[in-house]
């Protein structure tokens, strides 16, 4: 007698746009929200289930910090509500970076959602670790690493920039259970090691597929580094883009 056949399958791969830009004019959120309606659209015609910006990308990231707190916005507010709708007419997932205001008055977040294809706000992550004196002066850090959701039979976990190069952080996803880590970032020059070999490390020791989208380009005296990239839960890297603007389209395992 045969065995019954398995009800069972793998699950299908998570295809990725990981959009590599330049970040707008500062405070400019009218001309980046054109630029990433144009940028779902590519990416839905090109099959990618979500689009993943840097850091910052809505509004600009190493700018006057005034200027950044004057910009800040609730999660429920208007940047998050014109995201939403590019969503629901591209039908992609999109996970975008801009500045949350601190329900206290203090300085804002330096934050990342994830709003579905339905326009569905799933997650928000407070970037927890800072990068020196710049994001001192601009952010209130985050407590922990926000809790991962679920989309489409996976597991996925949201970390912003230097987040992604603690071991804890990315360990505390990968024990709840998340398969990929969408990440915004804005790393500068000269740190390629970030995506070239602390990402691969960190992702084969914790199983977990790491999908790393880079800003370009230059912002004042700071130069992004580009090189956003795709590694699997054994480390291999599945696509990495050069330095410049660039839509990176890729499939994480499912």
């Known amino acids: 007698m045969s065995a019954p056949e398995s009800t069972s399958s793998p699950l299908a791969p998570t295809r990725l746009a990981l959009w590599q830009t330049e970040h707008p004019a500062a405070g400019d959120t009218a001309t980046a929200l054109q630029r990433l309606e144009q940028a779902a659209q590519q990416a839905a015609a090109r099959g990618a289930h979500w689009l993943v910006t840097p850091e910052m990308a809505l509004t600009g990231y190493l700018i006057d910090p005034a200027r950044l707190a004057a910009l800040a916005e609730p999660a429920d507010g208007p940047l998050a509500q014109a995201v939403a709708a590019i969503a629901q007419r591209h039908g992609v997932g999109i996970v975008y970076g801009w500045p949350e205001r601190h329900p206290q008055g203090g300085l804002p977040y330096n934050a990342a959602q994830a709003i579905g294809p339905q326009g569905q706000r799933l997650a928000v992550h407070r970037k927890v670790h800072l990068f020196g004196k710049a994001d001192a002066e601009r952010f209130t850090p985050g407590v922990a690493p926000a809790a991962p959701f679920d989309w489409g039979g996976t597991r ?99």
Request: aromatic content about 4%; glycine content about 14%; hydrophobic content about 45%.
């Open 156 to 254: 996925i976990g949201l970390l912003i920039c230097y987040d992604v190069e603690q071991p804890a952080a990315v360990r505390a996803l990968a024990r709840q259970g998340a398969r990929l880590i969408l990440v915004s970032t804005a790393n500068m020059l000269p740190y390629d090691d970030a995506p070239r070999l602390t990402v691969p490390r960190l992702a084969a020791e914790h199983g977990v597929a790491i999908a790393y989208a880079n800003a370009c380009g230059a912002e004042g005296g700071t130069r992004y580094g580009g090189l956003s990239t795709l590694v699997g839960p054994r480390g291999e890297v599945r696509a990495r883009a050069g330095r410049g603007a660039e839509l990176l389209i890729a499939d994480s395992p499912g």
